[in-house]
């Protein structure tokens, strides 16, 4: 179940905020070692960080779902810290902090804060550089911890699953992600499984997850300092359905393949970045509410 919000103010003052959030990844940082990154507009899999560095990627996405009888809505500000440990391994956190609405029946609900935490750790376990170019792959891990709020209500009673921040649940992933980049292109694909454990009486289907991306460096062409980069994303979603009270649940999981145009400026200093995701295949089960299109508008700073 998904929705819109109903009220202009509000939505306003969402905006704002996650507008400043953005704007704050960029005054907070003054000393910034040069490096130039190409990762995924969509995922936050294939991040690049050098041994000894630090980055920060903050994005505002924005999600709508509609089918006439119930309307989403979902902003959101996941925001990325890492840190290259060693040549080879990188540590990741990924902090969410999301509003959602959700209106069925002319009755419009919301909830807004911190969501679900995923801790993530990538040992790159083979690597060929050679002039102008590199290929890589990485084994990944991840933990996703239950800091958001799993069993939230209103003056209607406890909030429906979709609009809860987190899952109240300790799910792990696995996966692996194979990177080449050169000067002047980048392609990189990445396979996640991730398992869901059960809270609340809740257990959301197990998910794995398919990202494939191409990049090219349209401008300029001679290398300098700033490259201007046009992609083509692939996201591939397969979730089992949930299980309720040990019922499984018809109107949950599926299938989701999004393409995602997508455009990044790079910089030794800092990353621009935005993708539109539009849903090509939506094979979800029974009445599940599907997407209708993604916004995802990014910076990334390195120091």
Request: charged fraction near 15%; hydrophobic fraction near 45%.
């Amino acid at each position: 179940m998904r929705s819109w919000f109903n009220s202009l103010s509000h939505r306003q003052w969402t905006l704002n905020a996650l507008g400043l959030s953005l704007v704050s990844l960029f005054v907070a940082i003054e000393a910034i070692t040069p490096t130039h990154s190409n990762a995924q507009v969509t995922t936050n899999n294939a991040l690049p960080i050098g041994e000894g560095q630090f980055l920060i990627r903050g994005q505002a996405t924005y999600l709508r779902a509609d089918d006439g009888i119930q309307e989403f809505e979902e902003f959101s500000v996941p925001i990325v810290f890492g840190y290259g440990a060693t040549q080879d391994l990188a540590l990741f956190a990924v902090v969410p902090f999301l509003n959602r609405s959700l209106e069925v029946d002319g009755i419009e609900r919301n909830e807004f804060g911190l969501g679900d935490i995923n801790f993530l750790a990538r040992y790159t376990v083979f690597q060929i550089d050679q002039a102008g170019k590199t290929f890589r792959i990485a084994p990944i891990v991840g933990l996703k911890v239950p800091t958001g709020s799993s069993q939230s209500s209103d003056e209607f009673g406890i909030l429906p699953p979709s609009l809860q921040l987190g899952t109240g649940t300790f799910d792990p992933s696995v996966g692996i992600i194979f990177t080449r980049q050169t000067l002047n292109d980048n392609l990189s694909a990445s396979f996640v499984y991730q398992i869901n454990t059960e809270a609340n009486n809740i257990n959301f289907g197990n998910e794995a997850s398919i990202d494939l991306a191409y990049k090219y460096r349209v401008f300029p062409q001679a290398i300098k300092s700033g490259f201007l980069f046009a992609g083509l994303e692939s996201n591939l979603s397969i979730q089992n359905r949930d299980r309720v009270a040990e019922v499984v649940n018809m109107d949950s999981g599926g299938t989701l393949l999004f393409l995602s145009p997508s455009i990044q400026y790079i910089t030794e200093r800092f990353n621009v970045e935005g993708a539109v995701q539009i849903p090509v295949i939506q094979a979800l089960n029974g009445n599940t509410l599907a997407p209708d299109i993604r916004l995802i508008l990014g910076v990334q700073v390195n120091f």
